[in-house]
């Protein structure tokens, strides 16, 4: 780290907000230091989309956020959009595609982000400093000076970006949360979101018989639903569309399932009925869900009858099963696999202009830590890069 002790600007967290903040700001002109206890920069980049970062979404918009404030992220994404970001990834020649729904995702490494973030700070003279702890911050006059095990640093904005609790074993700590607490700033309660859901005993058993099983279903809690992949695994279900949910699940309550979200399977059961008449309905279920899934239904309803034989209000309790699978889920995997943190520092305390602190001159609060959550698909790096490009224009 350099000898000097004074900045325009201290960020603390480097991954995606801090670094878009820390080179939008040196673009600018300002002297920037960015911080983190870390050793490897952008860590949750660099594990994200397989190892190939779902950078962004063609399709961001502000519905596809939580907050408490639903309308607080419009003008942060209004001011740096999917399309921004996408030019700088041109910029610097990184190949990519779309996957499906809008995401897009690098051809090579997630790496090639990291490195284009890195190379942008530096290139304005963003000084980055890993391993670095904070052991206290407090304001004196119109400066945050901020205590690291290298020294005393003052600034005249300060930038807290260290993100939520997700995924602790790559750094995840509740620093964030403490340093709002401490400028009396509001929390909204936080949770893990997108992250698997797990069951009792009795549907965890099924859940585990079929560990590895995919398939295409559309999974609704409330008013909400998503039709995305949805997967059997040894700890309850997971995959796109249960991941979608978990950010809207409630404790305690039900989630319907449709594991045929093209087929009305009531009636086609009934065509069934009078066109194959002596054939099992394990082999006719099999004709539209994988046969390990048929045979676990047709276990868990107690029927091994021929079709002809089922009456057809047995056919509609079975159809029900498989399009009105109704669970209740016992809770969720918690922040150990959860992609991100529902809540955070409450959006009433910022200005949704500039990210800054409404009490606090100088003081913003960007990405994961503040409450706005997106959806799964590459809405929360576009979060990270619009909140960090906008505190990056005001610090």
């Not at 340093?179 to 005993?201: C, D, E, H, R, S």
Request: with cysteine; aromatic share 8%; hydrophobic share 35%.
């Amino acid at each position: 780290m350099e000898k000097k002790s004074h900045y325009d600007v201290i960020i603390i967290g480097a991954g995606a907000a801090g670094l878009m903040c820390a080179a939008t700001a040196g673009a600018r002109g300002k002297s920037v230091l960015i911080i983190d206890h870390s050793k490897k920069i952008g860590e949750k980049i660099r594990i994200s989309g397989g190892g190939r970062a779902n950078f962004t979404n063609i399709h961001t918009r502000p519905e596809a956020f939580l907050s408490k404030n639903k309308h607080f992220c419009k003008s942060a994404l209004n001011q740096y959009t999917q399309d921004d970001f996408i030019a700088l990834v041109k910029k610097h020649k990184i190949d990519f595609h779309e996957k499906t729904l809008g995401q897009l995702f690098c051809d090579k490494s997630a790496q090639q982000i990291i490195d284009m973030l890195v190379k942008e700070c530096t290139d304005n003279n963003v000084q980055i400093s890993m391993e670095t702890e904070v052991s206290g911050i407090h304001q004196k006059d119109k400066e945050y000076a901020v205590k690291m095990n290298a020294g005393e640093f003052t600034s005249s904005s300060l930038v807290i970006a260290t993100g939520g609790l997700s995924i602790p074993k790559i750094g995840a700590t509740k620093f964030g949360y403490d340093i709002a607490k401490q400028f009396n700033l509001g929390i909204v309660t936080t949770a893990p979101a997108l992250v698997p859901l797990t069951f009792q005993a009795a549907l965890l058993e099924r859940c585990k018989e079929l560990s590895g099983l995919s398939v295409d279903a559309v999974v609704t809690y409330g008013k909400n639903s998503f039709r995305e992949g949805l997967l059997f695994t040894h700890r309850g279900l997971s995959g796109p569309s249960i991941l979608q949910i978990s950010s809207y699940w409630q404790e305690g309550s039900e989630i319907e399932i449709n594991l045929l979200p093209d087929v009305h399977l009531y009636d086609a059961l009934k065509e069934k009925k009078n066109s194959a008449p002596k054939k099992d309905i394990k082999t006719v279920l099999s004709n539209y869900l994988p046969d390990r899934l048929a045979q676990s239904i047709c276990d868990d309803q107690n029927i091994k009858d021929k079709i002809a034989e089922l009456a057809d209000k047995k056919l509609q309790v079975l159809a029900n099963a498989i399009n009105h699978w109704r669970i209740k889920p016992s809770g969720t995997e918690g922040y150990r696999t959860a992609e991100v943190t529902l809540g955070g520092v409450d959006t009433n305390e910022l200005n949704s202009k500039t990210m800054e602190c409404r009490k606090h001159e100088g003081l913003f609060f960007i990405g994961e830590v503040v409450d706005v959550t997106g959806h799964l698909g590459g809405y929360n790096f576009q979060w990270a890069w619009s909140s960090g490009y906008v505190a990056g224009q005001n610090v």
